[in-house]
Protein backbone atom coordinates (compact mmCIF):
# COMPACT_ATOMS: atom_id res chain seq x y z
CA UNK A 1 0.00 0.00 0.00
CA UNK A 2 1.21 3.45 -0.92
CA UNK A 3 2.53 5.59 1.81
CA UNK A 4 1.51 9.35 2.31
CA UNK A 5 4.98 11.79 1.76
CA UNK A 6 3.55 14.59 3.55
CA UNK A 7 5.12 14.12 6.90
CA UNK A 8 8.32 14.11 5.14
CA UNK A 9 7.95 16.55 1.61
CA UNK A 10 4.44 18.25 2.70
CA UNK A 11 1.47 18.96 0.37
CA UNK A 12 1.58 22.80 0.40
CA UNK A 13 1.05 22.97 -3.58
CA UNK A 14 -0.92 21.16 -5.79
CA UNK A 15 1.96 19.55 -7.75
CA UNK A 16 3.52 18.20 -4.07
CA UNK A 17 0.02 17.30 -3.24
CA UNK A 18 -0.11 15.37 -6.89
CA UNK A 19 3.34 13.82 -6.81
CA UNK A 20 2.35 11.61 -3.55
CA UNK A 21 1.72 8.27 -4.43
CA UNK A 22 -1.25 7.88 -1.71
CA UNK A 23 -2.71 11.32 -2.11
CA UNK A 24 -1.85 12.15 -5.93
CA UNK A 25 -4.92 10.53 -7.35
CA UNK A 26 -7.35 12.19 -5.30
CA UNK A 27 -5.53 16.14 -5.76
CA UNK A 28 -5.26 15.20 -9.04
CA UNK A 29 -8.62 15.22 -9.41
CA UNK A 30 -9.43 17.79 -7.42
CA UNK A 31 -6.71 20.76 -8.81
CA UNK A 32 -6.28 21.40 -12.72
CA UNK A 33 -3.17 20.82 -14.68
CA UNK A 34 -1.49 23.97 -13.55
CA UNK A 35 -2.15 24.26 -9.41
CA UNK A 36 -5.87 25.81 -10.18
CA UNK A 37 -9.16 24.83 -8.86
CA UNK A 38 -9.90 22.76 -12.10
CA UNK A 39 -14.12 23.36 -13.13
CA UNK A 40 -14.30 25.16 -9.88
CA UNK A 41 -12.49 28.40 -10.80
CA UNK A 42 -14.53 30.47 -13.81
CA UNK A 43 -12.30 31.31 -16.85
CA UNK A 44 -10.96 34.69 -16.69
CA UNK A 45 -11.91 35.33 -20.33
CA UNK A 46 -15.25 34.42 -19.38
CA UNK A 47 -18.02 37.44 -20.32
CA UNK A 48 -19.40 38.29 -17.10
CA UNK A 49 -21.43 42.19 -15.94
CA UNK A 50 -19.03 44.60 -14.29
CA UNK A 51 -19.38 44.47 -10.85
CA UNK A 52 -18.40 47.29 -7.82
CA UNK A 53 -18.22 47.30 -4.22
CA UNK A 54 -21.44 48.46 -2.36
CA UNK A 55 -22.21 50.24 0.44
CA UNK A 56 -22.61 47.23 2.21
CA UNK A 57 -19.26 45.92 1.80
CA UNK A 58 -20.44 43.43 -1.27
CA UNK A 59 -20.09 42.91 -4.81
CA UNK A 60 -23.53 44.96 -6.44
CA UNK A 61 -23.39 45.52 -10.17
CA UNK A 62 -24.88 42.54 -11.67
CA UNK A 63 -28.58 43.11 -12.62
CA UNK A 64 -30.26 44.53 -16.22
CA UNK A 65 -33.40 45.69 -16.00
CA UNK A 66 -36.38 44.39 -18.67
CA UNK A 67 -35.99 48.09 -20.26
CA UNK A 68 -32.69 48.20 -20.92
CA UNK A 69 -31.46 48.36 -24.68
CA UNK A 70 -29.27 45.17 -26.09
CA UNK A 71 -26.21 46.77 -26.14
CA UNK A 72 -26.63 48.88 -22.91
CA UNK A 73 -23.42 49.26 -20.71
CA UNK A 74 -25.04 50.31 -17.82
CA UNK A 75 -25.56 47.78 -14.91
CA UNK A 76 -27.57 48.13 -11.85
CA UNK A 77 -28.01 46.88 -7.85
CA UNK A 78 -31.37 44.56 -7.98
CA UNK A 79 -32.46 46.93 -5.30
CA UNK A 80 -32.52 49.82 -8.01
CA UNK A 81 -34.10 47.35 -10.55
CA UNK A 82 -36.75 46.90 -8.08
CA UNK A 83 -37.54 50.41 -6.97
CA UNK A 84 -37.92 51.72 -10.75
CA UNK A 85 -39.86 48.91 -12.01
CA UNK A 86 -43.26 50.71 -11.16
CA UNK A 87 -42.22 53.68 -12.27
CA UNK A 88 -40.99 52.41 -15.39
CA UNK A 89 -44.11 50.86 -15.27
CA UNK A 90 -46.24 53.75 -15.34
CA UNK A 91 -44.28 55.61 -17.81
CA UNK A 92 -45.26 52.92 -20.13
CA UNK A 93 -48.76 52.70 -19.28
CA UNK A 94 -49.44 56.88 -19.14
CA UNK A 95 -51.43 57.84 -22.18
CA UNK A 96 -49.37 60.01 -24.24
CA UNK A 97 -50.07 63.81 -24.47
CA UNK A 98 -48.77 66.77 -26.28
CA UNK A 99 -45.60 68.78 -24.84
CA UNK A 100 -45.04 66.16 -22.13
CA UNK A 101 -41.67 66.15 -20.32
CA UNK A 102 -40.13 63.25 -19.97
CA UNK A 103 -38.93 64.52 -16.06
CA UNK A 104 -39.14 66.91 -13.77
CA UNK A 105 -36.50 68.06 -12.31
CA UNK A 106 -37.26 69.39 -8.45
CA UNK A 107 -34.30 70.98 -6.90
CA UNK A 108 -33.11 73.59 -4.35
CA UNK A 109 -32.43 77.25 -5.80
CA UNK A 110 -28.76 76.79 -4.14
CA UNK A 111 -27.87 74.00 -6.90
CA UNK A 112 -29.71 75.65 -9.67
CA UNK A 113 -25.81 76.92 -11.27
CA UNK A 114 -24.15 73.78 -10.01
CA UNK A 115 -25.36 69.98 -9.18
CA UNK A 116 -28.79 70.37 -10.64
CA UNK A 117 -27.46 72.07 -14.01
CA UNK A 118 -25.24 69.08 -14.19
CA UNK A 119 -28.04 67.21 -14.26
CA UNK A 120 -29.99 68.88 -16.73
CA UNK A 121 -27.37 68.92 -19.20
CA UNK A 122 -26.32 65.20 -18.91
CA UNK A 123 -29.98 64.52 -19.17
CA UNK A 124 -30.80 66.80 -22.28
CA UNK A 125 -27.47 65.48 -24.09
CA UNK A 126 -28.95 61.86 -23.66
CA UNK A 127 -32.00 62.80 -25.56
CA UNK A 128 -34.18 63.02 -22.27
CA UNK A 129 -36.69 66.09 -22.28
CA UNK A 130 -36.71 67.90 -18.73
CA UNK A 131 -38.59 70.35 -16.80
CA UNK A 132 -36.37 72.98 -15.45
CA UNK A 133 -37.25 75.99 -13.65
CA UNK A 134 -34.28 77.87 -14.66
CA UNK A 135 -35.84 77.98 -18.54
CA UNK A 136 -39.30 77.10 -17.67
CA UNK A 137 -40.18 79.18 -15.39
CA UNK A 138 -40.48 83.12 -17.29
CA UNK A 139 -39.56 85.96 -15.78
CA UNK A 140 -43.10 87.73 -13.83
CA UNK A 141 -44.66 84.48 -14.17
CA UNK A 142 -46.10 82.62 -11.00
CA UNK A 143 -43.59 80.29 -10.14
CA UNK A 144 -46.07 77.66 -7.73
CA UNK A 145 -48.53 78.11 -10.95
CA UNK A 146 -45.62 76.81 -13.46
CA UNK A 147 -44.41 74.18 -11.17
CA UNK A 148 -47.96 73.01 -11.22
CA UNK A 149 -48.39 72.87 -15.33
CA UNK A 150 -44.36 71.42 -15.00
CA UNK A 151 -45.81 68.59 -13.02
CA UNK A 152 -49.06 68.08 -14.69
CA UNK A 153 -47.03 67.59 -17.83
CA UNK A 154 -43.79 65.06 -16.99
CA UNK A 155 -43.71 61.39 -16.95
CA UNK A 156 -41.36 61.05 -13.82
CA UNK A 157 -40.33 63.34 -11.21
CA UNK A 158 -36.86 63.31 -9.52
CA UNK A 159 -35.84 65.11 -6.86
CA UNK A 160 -32.20 66.27 -6.69
CA UNK A 161 -31.17 65.66 -2.45
CA UNK A 162 -28.17 67.97 -1.53
CA UNK A 163 -27.46 69.70 1.68
CA UNK A 164 -29.03 72.42 0.29
CA UNK A 165 -32.71 70.75 -0.66
CA UNK A 166 -32.50 69.23 2.74
CA UNK A 167 -31.74 72.80 4.11
CA UNK A 168 -35.02 74.33 2.06
CA UNK A 169 -37.16 71.46 2.89
CA UNK A 170 -37.11 72.83 7.00
CA UNK A 171 -37.58 75.90 6.32
CA UNK A 172 -40.92 74.77 4.01
CA UNK A 173 -39.76 76.89 1.11
CA UNK A 174 -40.95 76.25 -2.51
CA UNK A 175 -38.54 72.86 -2.90
CA UNK A 176 -41.02 71.34 -0.15
CA UNK A 177 -44.27 72.27 -2.43
CA UNK A 178 -42.87 70.71 -5.02
CA UNK A 179 -41.80 67.73 -2.88
CA UNK A 180 -45.27 67.26 -1.80
CA UNK A 181 -46.97 67.59 -5.48
CA UNK A 182 -44.20 64.83 -6.41
CA UNK A 183 -44.99 62.54 -3.61
CA UNK A 184 -48.58 62.89 -4.11
CA UNK A 185 -48.17 61.60 -7.70
CA UNK A 186 -46.10 58.33 -6.53
CA UNK A 187 -43.73 58.84 -9.13
CA UNK A 188 -41.17 59.87 -8.27
CA UNK A 189 -36.77 59.19 -7.66
CA UNK A 190 -34.90 60.78 -5.30
CA UNK A 191 -31.46 61.18 -6.40
CA UNK A 192 -28.84 61.53 -3.37
CA UNK A 193 -26.00 63.99 -3.94
CA UNK A 194 -23.11 64.85 -1.62
CA UNK A 195 -25.79 63.61 1.16
CA UNK A 196 -26.83 60.42 2.55
CA UNK A 197 -30.44 58.59 3.08
CA UNK A 198 -30.20 59.14 6.49
CA UNK A 199 -30.03 62.58 6.46
CA UNK A 200 -33.05 62.88 3.98
CA UNK A 201 -34.88 60.36 6.54
CA UNK A 202 -34.35 62.82 9.47
CA UNK A 203 -35.99 65.49 7.18
CA UNK A 204 -38.57 63.73 5.22
CA UNK A 205 -39.07 60.05 6.10
CA UNK A 206 -41.37 60.02 3.14
CA UNK A 207 -39.31 60.19 0.84
CA UNK A 208 -36.15 58.56 2.78
CA UNK A 209 -38.75 55.72 2.27
CA UNK A 210 -38.16 55.91 -1.25
CA UNK A 211 -35.66 54.28 -3.09
CA UNK A 212 -33.85 55.55 -5.95
CA UNK A 213 -30.00 56.47 -7.13
CA UNK A 214 -27.18 58.08 -5.47
CA UNK A 215 -23.79 59.40 -6.64
CA UNK A 216 -21.95 57.83 -3.74
CA UNK A 217 -23.12 54.70 -5.69
CA UNK A 218 -22.48 56.06 -9.15
CA UNK A 219 -21.28 59.17 -11.32
CA UNK A 220 -23.62 61.91 -12.25
CA UNK A 221 -22.89 60.83 -15.62
CA UNK A 222 -23.87 56.62 -14.41
CA UNK A 223 -27.07 58.46 -13.00
CA UNK A 224 -27.94 60.36 -16.48
CA UNK A 225 -27.96 57.24 -18.15
CA UNK A 226 -29.78 55.05 -15.84
CA UNK A 227 -32.53 58.16 -16.08
CA UNK A 228 -32.83 57.97 -19.51
CA UNK A 229 -33.47 54.58 -20.14
CA UNK A 230 -36.25 54.66 -17.26
CA UNK A 231 -37.72 57.03 -19.75
CA UNK A 232 -36.85 55.83 -23.12
CA UNK A 233 -40.37 54.56 -25.16
Not at 80 to 88: D, F, H, N, S, Y
Not at 123 to 151: C, M, N, Q, T, Y
Request: aromatic residues 6%; glycine residues 10%; charged residues 20%.
Amino acid sequence: MARCTAPVHGHRTASGAANCPACGGRYGRSYGGYGGYGSHTPSPYSPSPPRSIGSSGGLSRSAKPRWSKPGSSVWYTPAEVQALTPIRRSVETRTPAPDIRDVFLCHAWDDRGGAAKELHDLLEARGVSVWFSEKDVLLGSSLLREIDKGLAKSRVGIVLVTPSFLSRVRGEGIADKELSALLARDLLVPIVHNTTYEALRDVSPLLGSRSGLSTAEDPMDDVAAKLAELVAL
